[in-house]
């Protein structure tokens, strides 16, 4: 697995920059990250905290499943 993360100047910069439609909503009842499959060739994952200016892509053989276990929030 591996993950790149980018900083926008603020959440509107973030959202205009990413996926528009077919976001998993995942909540832990304090905060919300919504990941977008944007596969190809391998797993890859798009994701955002709903009110955090950075976004994440993670990759990889395991992505789908390590996905669950990074600390957005």
Do not use: K
């Amino acid at each position: 697995m591996s993950y790149s993360v980018a900083r926008y100047g603020d959440v509107t910069q973030r959202e205009a920059a990413g996926p528009t439609q077919g976001a998993q909503e995942l909540s832990n009842g304090r905060c919300t990250v919504y990941s977008y499959d944007i596969s190809d060739s391998e797993p890859v994952f798009y994701m955002s905290a709903e009110d955090s200016t950075d976004a994440v892509l993670v990759w990889g053989e395991d992505a789908e499943d390590i996905r669950l276990n990074l600390p957005l929030c």
